[in-house]
């Protein structure tokens, strides 16, 4: 049996571009379609991040441009900080190569991942190197790039480099062809919309084959970037303490307190003694055993949550509404952003926006937005924890319908900031569900119901008002005609309900047989001075009274009436006409006047 | 009370409606009507007239918002038409109405579920009932075969009628309007009130009311209105016993609940529909047990429709609840008809006379 | 022919069937019954009788499966059973048939249905209609009011009656067995078919059977046999022209096809049931938009029941297809007594006056 | 705006073990009841595919062991070559490292990912190293090593390693601690299940928990081990494509000819003539216009079907049936292995097995089992081209009901065995949809449902003569019996219609009121021989005529009695019984044999 030797010729290494290129459906490439999203959405969340590094107000460019039948060019390019040379082809040409992997902190991209692989992509559909120009100042030319990868060895292959001029002063744009579709073509300018709407000091534009669409930005200033913070006692794994510990000459005190978040000497103190250690081990001494004690103990010491303020950054109940009222129309809107907390060692913040009305569709349910990091969640909805959340709300109490999700015209929009959003899988489509962050989005959109609600009893009292008018003002009269004609008895005069109920000022227009009359009558206890218009198709030349002054726009006329009413006086006005048209009623406040028109 | 009477009467009623509403608005008053509410909660036992009866819970309709406000008109321009008929000495349909009202513009009624709550509505408020305003039901009356003479005032002159002897084999048809009916003279020990036209002809068929002395009253199902009149006036005013016969099944019992005790729908009329002395002969469950009567297994619907009865407060006696229990354990329910599978005489000759002699009434 | 006679044919069809089978049997033969094809494809017009009749198409039963054994056997069961009940002078209902069969092991009725498509095989069968073997049918029989005398012979004896004069306001009620029925005298210069209740009581209201000299018949709904029946024998034996006045959507149409021309169903009864010399009145299609009156839209169920009425054999006309075709145009139906709409008395003053002129009737 | 020199320094190197470390639901480790499954999976898989390599029966032995509130121990165990020493540590200890990665051929494991990142996920959730028992032959001693993986840098960390005794002359056994939950046993056990069903060699054994199972083998037959081959003309992409040739020394003919599966020199000349090049051209001089002409040439040209029998190794018929037969008991099965065949450049072989009746529930949609590679699908049975092809046959002319799948007591297995199996997504849980592949799916379901329709045909048809026996031999004597009555007339005898409708050998069994009576009439045109067999509870001594045999069995008397009957004779027998139990007839053939038991 020397069959063991003989497999083992067979064994060896396997480089993790040779793993990926096998593998593209792990990175998003698993379909041409889908191929298009995955390469914008990595490339613009790197100039994102790269701008909010070097504080600038980002300008992105977004290009799509088809030059085979089945071959597209990908362009992006930002005005970001720009990459040194030396780094250009390790960014763009190596797998698993990043500044971003070890932080702790939010950020859109993480895994150093994303980018390669479409440049991978490129190459293995392809073949075409991908281009890359960038630039790191005004003092500074730009350097060009053709790159490749090595796919047997994971390093980049530069294909060619030169100096270059080029007019912007800093940032950096790639070029990447390759087989795809633009079958998501509604998708991808969704992706930008919303990538737009959490991202409201951004401008983007984009050029999908040779159709413009700009996305302005709303705001001048730069969101302050996270700054890394130590991990947090309660958010690390066995596996991850016995790895830093190794690499630590320390004592464990300071250990604790020099490699953690938020441990000063007495909870570092406290630990040490839970896990019945001697402070002055050196760390990089304890056996398995003691360092498993020292975990337990880490995770059972009370310790105060992370410095959010530090390593988050939450767009902001004010540019969350103005990002989504530049996008959508809306009758209401409101924003909520909640205090940060923790989960498992990792700071969190939610935030949340409801709008209402406007154009939102009004059938069916709720549009819901889900972002996590700034970043817009696309796919599995259904999956997510923000879906659940959004549905387990009782909605009815706030005065929406609801089957699962609230029902009308409702936009409901939530964003997870943290150091690390816990999604379900590897394709980051939805929020794993987190009790902690469950509670936050369950109390953030609590709150944005009651405002909600609020905002809805206001809308609805004034329709009451509406509606009570009409009764008084249309219906009562026809009762009291088809009664009075019952009894036998002479019509009864109903303007005392009209005063009693409404002690306001009442204009009421109703045409019959093509004569406009237009009654005014003061029910309030003071005198009041109003102006009347009318603005109608009819001339009214034989207005009684005559108009002090009318206007004719376009064929249609508006007749201005001014007069002052005593207490309980009342007023009218008729012509010959039609009864098209409107009637306000200005110098009267707005709770103390009711304008009918029975013609409607 | 004669014809006329009853036409004044309703008349003067209607009017009056208006008349409180014109009153009200010359006061500055939003008109408004104010009704009992019409739920199973509350209906209340009455004792004096032992029939179920509304409650004291009141709504109010005032014409204060739109809506209100239309339904106001509607209920002005229906008791127009309403007193003009009557004026008339015409009548018209349910359904005729709702098509009357195309012309009425903004009091036009929206379905026929409207105008017909509408006319309960005036009924509760006037205190008379619909036949009165001349207004006919689309259903169906039910017939009667049976030892009774009556008398029926028509448009077309005055008949009088024996129901054994002047009827063919499908008996004598209640008209709709019951006031028009007197009954002259019977030979009766007790009416039978059958929900079933198999079981009224399985009964005509084997001389059943000549050997007992039986009124029969076949109830076409849930019976109308006027069928139910009839009951309780026989009941009434020739003092007969009056027993109720049934599928055994949950919606049976509640056309013996509609006969003996009122519907919710019409419990401002109960004092005149519901006969409360009515007794529930059968099919009762625990008949299917104790003869073995072919049977069906109850559906969903069955077994909730027993246990609302369960919290029905018409059906709180004990006999009922034995019942209702026995059949739920059971999950059986039989038609009258099942007792054909012992024979087409068993129900005559076995089944209803032990019955009636158990109950005391021969 | 006499009852007696009646029976003793009714007996001695259902003894030959079985006797048929036993010469079957005697030679070897497995025991079988011919049958037409009940279905629409398989009716056709029979020129000489003027109604639709089954066609050529037969289905063989025959015991070689033990589904068709167990079916021979219980219509064997079912024979002995309406002979025995022949015999004996008894009648039983259809639901009560079924019951009855819960004795008869193998041969037990799996159902209702069953049992009713078993009858209707005898009859064809035995050519002679299920009311021949004593049996009642659940349904409702309808009523007729208007200048007829008839004679009805009950279990009770013979009565006469005079269809205004003695009976009420809901008319004179037609027997399940209209055999036992014989028109006296009449003064009427036809006969009126109604579908709904409200129509038939507002002609009534109106004087409209003594203006013109009409017979109302109430068909409630789709007609029963025995209402049928009566309409096939007051336009057969006193030659007055029939009109049928329905609602106007494609239900009621069937209502009138099955007056006219008969039901698939019942193709083999046709020369009995139908009355080919039946006129159709209205609601016509064309009346909707000619007096503008208050109309639903079309369902869909509407919709599909109108185009396979165009498919229909009956309805093969150039009458009906330009109805039917001005329905689906309009997308709109009306009901009959719509025409309140425009008056109570629209109706019996200006709409069927029109008609019946146009028709050549009055 | 020196800032991308800030930023550069930050950048590094990600280490694949960190990536994965940080991603583990890429490798199936999301959720800890998931960690056991795709553990023993790999495991499993890789046990599999050794004893293949071997060419020994497979003896894998599965424990699973709760050892802690929250942690288990998975141990699986085979007997296959071993793994030498050396390898021990980086088969383990190493993500990426394989022998199969680059291997055209059918194999179950191919990353040499899977068993190396349970060991990463057992090092982050306990810390607890795991441990290797190997061993290559008997003249070896077996090596135990302790393992842990450096996170860093991915390479092994020996804690320990010692030569020990063990008891196998050769195998494996892999034992892991880690963070886990039983939640998923059911699954579990299907998934070994179904393993047993496609690997009727192997012999597995489950110790879940304390609960033991095994699953024997049907087969004492190793199956031919897959060899790979070189890549197909038509399988390969452009990036694979450049990268070969810049390796290659020869012509471009030579690297045709030699790095190519089923290309010889007329087909290489074909090729080079295409693509317009030169064949005397060193390959690795080509341009990269140049290479992607010779890539279209090459795709464009007619080239043969790679050499399947070689690197493929489908179940096979017999044993799909043994295999599923030993799980399922069925009243019908029938199993097809397609001919071999291609899709873009890949070898593929389908095959698929229809069972009926049995223990297959009869309600509800058939049960469809899906295999690929010797390895159960799981999980996404809707989103599987497998389902939607078993769907998409018409089924309804083969005799079956049909919602979607077929309805009723149906079992469908279909395997497809491919050196490149097409998967949807990364989880590997359901088959792409492939035109090729599809055809074959459907064409091989068509031909198992005419072989079910076959089956059902003869089954009805028995049916039927039973039913129509039942007709004639119990029911018309009832119709007999009512008629006459209703005639008044003798009851008519019905023999004559048996006789004619029969023309056989009839028994009819009839109890009434205490009698058993077994009638049997030759309606036969031939003298017969019979034998009449009746079981049952009666001692029958008073039968007339007396058995020739009786046989007390446990309270049952097997009565038997020989008889000859002339064309057209008719004999009976009667004692006084109850009629339970059986009636045989033997010495007649089953075509002209009619067996009736009225009784029951």
Chains 1, 4 share one sequence.
């Not at chain 1, 049996?1 to 083992?8: F, H, S």
């Not at chain 1, 387990?392 to 319908?401: A, E, F, R």
């Not at chain 2, 229906?78 to 004026?87: C, P, S, T, Y």
């Not at chain 2, 329910?333 to 109950?359: C, I, N």
Request: proline share 5%; aromatic share 8%; net charge negative.
């Amino acid at each position: 049996m020397v069959l063991a030797e003989d497999l083992a010729k067979q064994q060896r290494s396997i480089s993790v571009a040779e793993f990926f290129e096998k593998n593209k459906h792990l990175l998003g490439f698993d379909s041409p379609t889908r191929g298009i999203i995955t390469t914008i959405k990595e490339a613009v969340d790197n100039a994102l991040d790269a701008c909010e590094e070097a504080e600038v107000l980002p300008d992105i460019f977004v290009g799509i441009k088809k030059v085979d039948a089945e071959v597209y060019r990908i362009t992006v390019e930002d005005n970001g900080p720009g990459i040194v040379p030396e780094n250009v082809p390790l960014v763009f040409g190596k797998l698993l190569y990043g500044s971003r992997f070890h932080q702790i902190r939010q950020s859109r991209g993480q895994q150093g991942i994303g980018i390669s692989a479409a440049v991978l992509y490129a190459q293995l559909t392809t073949g075409i190197p991908t281009q890359v120009v960038s630039r790191t100042g005004a003092k500074a030319r730009a350097h060009r790039f053709e790159l490749l990868i090595r796919t047997e060895t994971n390093e980049p292959e530069i294909v060619s480099h030169e100096e270059i001029d080029w007019d912007r002063t800093h940032g950096t744009r790639i070029e990447i062809q390759f087989k795809s579709s633009l079958a998501a073509k509604k998708r991808l300018v969704d992706y930008l919309r919303l990538t737009a709407i959490v991202n409201p000091h951004a401008r983007i534009t984009a050029d999908i084959d040779g159709e413009m669409t700009v996305f302005e930005r709303v705001s001048g200033e730069v969101p302050p970037c996270p700054k890394p913070i130590l991990p947090h006692p309660h958010g690390i794994e066995f596996g991850a303490l016995k790895r830093i510990a190794a690499a630590n000459t320390g004592t464990v005190e300071e250990f604790l307190i020099g490699s953690f978040s938020k441990v000063g000497k007495k909870t570092a103190d406290e630990m040490i003694a839970l896990a019945n250690l001697k402070p002055t081990r050196k760390v990089n001494k304890l056996e398995s055993e003691e360092l498993k004690r020292l975990l337990d103990a880490m995770q059972a010491v009370k310790v105060p949550a992370p410095p959010a303020q530090q390593c988050l950054s939450p767009i902001g109940e004010d540019l969350i509404c103005k990002g989504l009222e530049k996008e959508i129309q809306l009758d209401f809107i409101k924003a909520r952003t909640r205090p940060s907390t923790v989960y498992g060692g990792h700071s969190f913040i939610i935030e949340a926006a409801i709008g209402y009305g406007g154009k939102v569709p009004p059938e069916g349910t709720a549009q819901l937005f889900r972002f996590a990091n700034r970043v817009p969640l696309l796919y599995q909805q259904g999956a997510c924890a923000i879906t659940s959340c959004a549905s387990q709300v009782n909605w009815k109490s706030y005065g929406l319908s609801q089957q699962g999700l609230p029902m009308g015209p409702v936009l409901i929009m939530v964003h997870v900031a943290s150091t690390n959003v816990p999604f379900t899988s590897e394709s980051k489509d939805a929020v794993a569900s987190i009790p902690e962050i469950e509670r936050e989005v369950v109390l953030v959109l609590q709150e944005l119901g009651r405002e909600l609600k609020t905002y809805l009893y206001r809308r609805d009292k004034k329709k009451q008002q509406d509606d009570r008018a009409r009764a008084i003002c249309s219906v009562i009269p026809e009762i009291a005609a088809k009664v009075s004609e019952i009894v036998e008895l002479p019509l009864v005069d109903t303007s005392p309900i009209e005063g009693k109920i409404m002690r306001k000022v009442v204009a009421k227009k109703r045409t019959v047989d093509g004569k406009v009359r237009i009654d005014v009558n003061n029910y309030t206890a003071k005198e009041v001075t109003l102006v009347l218009y009318n603005l109608s198709r009819d001339a009214a030349e034989d207005a009684v009274p005559r108009p002090d002054f009318v206007d004719n726009m376009d064929g249609e006329y508006n007749k201005v009436w001014r007069r002052t009413l005593d207490a309980g006086e009342a007023w009218h006005i008729a012509y010959t006409g039609s009864g098209d048209g409107s009637v306000d009623l200005r110098g009267v406040e707005d709770g103390v006047k009711v304008v009918v028109d029975l013609d409607v | 009370m004669s014809r006329e009477e009853m036409d004044a009467l309703a008349k003067e009623r209607l009017v009056g409606i208006a008349h409180a509403w014109y009153d009200q608005m010359r006061d500055g008053i939003v008109p408004f009507i104010r009704l009992p509410t019409r739920t199973k909660r509350n209906i209340a036992y009455d004792d004096e007239s032992e029939v179920w009866k509304y409650g004291e819970r009141e709504s109010t309709r005032a014409a204060s918002t739109e809506k209100g406000a239309v339904h106001l008109l509607k209920m002005a321009y229906l008791i127009g038409f309403l007193k003009q008929q009557l004026v008339e000495n015409r009548s018209s349909t349910l359904r005729e109405l709702y098509y009357i009202s195309e012309g009425w513009k903004k009091a036009k009624f929206a379905a026929q579920d409207e105008s017909n709550l509408l006319i309960e509505d005036l009924e509760i408020i006037a205190e008379v009932q619909r036949e009165a305003f001349h207004l006919r039901p689309e259903e169906d009356g039910a017939s009667i075969f049976g030892p009774l003479r009556l008398r029926e005032t028509t448009r077309r002159g005055v008949k009088e009628m024996h129901c054994q002897e002047d009827v063919g084999e499908a008996g004598y048809p209640i008209p709709n309007n019951v006031d028009n009916l007197e009954f002259i003279d019977h030979d009766a020990k007790f009416v039978i009130a059958i929900e079933t036209g198999g079981m009224y002809a399985r009964l005509m068929e084997n001389g059943f009311d000549e050997e007992y002395g039986a009124i029969l009253v076949h109830l076409k199902g849930q019976p109308a209105r006027s069928t139910r009149r009839v009951l309780r006036r026989l009941n009434d005013s020739l003092g007969l016993p009056v027993v109720v016969f049934t599928d055994g099944d949950p919606w049976s019992y509640r056309i013996f609940a509609s006969v003996a005790y009122g519907s919710i729908k019409s419990a401002h009329m109960s004092e005149l529909l519901a006969t409360p002395q009515a007794q529930f002969i059968g099919v009762q469950p625990s008949d299917i047990s104790d003869y073995n009567l072919p049977a069906d297994h109850l559906t969903e619907q069955d077994v909730s429709a027993l246990k609302a009865e369960l919290t029905d407060p018409r059906f709180a006696t004990d006999y009922w609840r034995n019942q209702i229990n026995l059949q739920l354990e059971m999950k059986l329910k039989s038609e009258q008809q099942a007792f054909a599978s012992r024979g087409l005489d068993f129900v005559t000759k076995e089944y209803l006379p032990t019955r009636l002699s158990e109950m005391g009434i021969i």
